[in-house]
């Protein structure tokens, strides 16, 4: 009897069972490719990691940390002018209302405690945006561990502000990559101090990128913004949305929404990918829309690359979306059929950010403006099967005052942001090469 009702069970979740990710692995995307050196410290971070992650004291340390020190829970607020000129029901969750102005904060509270539970005496860091590396130094500067960013030359340049605040917070910030150096870069470096360091110092990563266990530390971090978000849709309007939509750079603030709908196999998850200028080589950064599976950065995941394996220079007109590589669990989930991903064009996010400033009053980050396009667009495709009134909830992960002078400079000079048509339809899974896969691990 007991084993029929556990048949009974099983059957009635396929979707739980499907999606649920081996230890280290997300179907065969994750791992650790990474140099003998940095296994002991990865199997330290796993053991505090699971230590911690299930300990009461420090999740209830943690929360307090989101409540009182971050501002959570964020908002989710009505769009009521989208709503009327899209002809749809537009909600936003208001990431860019926490302290540092984006969802970065989630994951640098939660890691930047784990960092001092682990008795780290300093923190390193990359960033892209440089919201990342804020919220960083920021929760360093709480926790009283000095910290150390490396940030891509050109995005010092475009992110001039975040630089200095980083600076103004107690960290250091070094400049890395040579005149045209970005996220990849920074990661690059962080990696190589880390391994030289691994004794007293942590790797804060920004997304949940690089090897196991940090792709599960980032998403868990992240996981609360879904968690609230389909509370509080449920609150509003007593139904779950039809589409959820997010930016998708490394992947963190759209996992983080996406996770707690994993199980509503109805709500459509739809990630917002940089399609920068076009979709030719060097123009864009959407690894999943445009690239392949390979290694980066110590993951199996999609990444941008040319037909000799080797990593392409990319390109978006937001720093924070500017990366060759996306969270191995995206690779999975977009695999698995799950989740589907969009390119949207520099041209297309910026007429968002300025379409959300007008209509809502609510300036965002040029990253989240890659989701607010893609829900329009979707609107959009729906009104033309004949489907009205779509209810849909956008992650809106930062807030844009880190890129209005940016965009200043880009409204006067438009050519820098023309580009060519680029498909609308989502990505399909290209199928995985033979790669070795090596244990890593628990999660
Ligand atoms: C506001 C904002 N949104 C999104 C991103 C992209 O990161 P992720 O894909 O990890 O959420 C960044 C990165 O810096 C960011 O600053």
């Not at 300093?122 to 919220?135: K, L, P, S």
């Not at 980083?166 to 910030?173: D, F, H, K, Q, S």
């Not at 609107?379 to 209005?404: F, M, T, W, Y």
Request: charged share 20%.
């Amino acid at each position: 009897m007991a084993a029929k009702k556990q048949a009974k069970a099983k059957i009635k979740s396929p979707v739980a069972a499907k999606i649920a990710p081996p230890e280290g692995y997300f179907g065969e995307f994750g791992g650790r490719f990474v140099s003998e050196l940095l296994i002991p410290a990865l199997d330290e971070l796993t053991a505090a990691w699971k230590k911690f992650s299930t300990d009461t004291k420090f999740n209830k340390e943690l929360m307090g940390l989101y409540n009182d020190y971050a501002g959570r829970p964020s908002l989710l607020t009505y769009a009521p002018n989208l709503s009327k000129n899209w002809k749809a029901q537009v909600y936003l969750k208001r990431e860019d209302l926490l302290h540092t102005g984006s969802h970065k904060i989630n994951n640098t509270l939660g890691q930047a405690l784990l960092a001092q539970k682990m008795k780290k005496t300093r923190i390193i860091a990359e960033t892209g945006a440089g919201q990342h590396g804020v919220a960083a130094a920021t929760a360093a500067a709480l926790m009283q561990i000095p910290a150390h960013i490396y940030m891509g030359t050109e995005d010092v340049r475009r992110q001039a502000l975040n630089c200095f605040r980083m600076r103004l917070l107690g960290a250091t910030v070094a400049g890395v990559g040579g005149e045209h150096g970005t996220l990849r870069d920074a990661v690059n470096e962080a990696l190589r101090d880390w391994s030289k360091n691994v004794d007293d110092t942590y790797y804060l990563i920004g997304s949940p990128i690089g090897p196991h266990p940090y792709p599960t530390i980032v998403r868990t971090l992240q996981s609360i913004i879904g968690r609230e978000a389909r509370g509080q849709i449920m609150k509003a309007t007593g139904k779950l949305p039809q589409a959820v939509f997010a930016c998708v750079g490394g992947g963190s603030n759209a996992i983080g929404m996406f996770y707690a709908f994993l199980k509503d196999s109805k709500v459509e998850l739809i990630g917002a990918e940089a399609g920068g200028r076009s979709l030719t080589p060097g123009n864009h950064s959407a690894s999943l829309t445009a690239g392949k599976p390979g290694v980066l950065h110590g993951a199996l995941t999609y990444i941008i690359q040319n037909s000799e394996g080797q990593v392409h220079d990319v390109h978006s007109i937001s720093a924070g979306l500017d990366y060759p590589g996306v969270s191995p669990e995206h690779a999975y989930l977009l695999q698995q059929g799950r989740t589907k991903y969009v390119a949207v064009r520099d041209k297309q996010a910026l007429e968002a950010f300025q379409e959300l400033s007008h209509s809502e009053g609510v300036i965002p980050a040029l990253e989240s403006a890659h989701a607010v396009a893609a829900a329009k667009n979707y609107v959009h495709e729906q009104a033309k099967k004949g489907k009205k009134n779509p209810l849909v909830l956008i992650c809106i992960s930062g807030r844009g005052d880190k890129d209005v002078q940016e965009v200043e400079r880009l409204l006067a000079e438009p050519a820098e942001v023309e580009t060519e048509e680029l498909p609308s339809e989502p990505t399909q899974f290209t199928s995985l090469p033979t790669v070795k896969v090596v244990a890593a691990g628990g999660e």
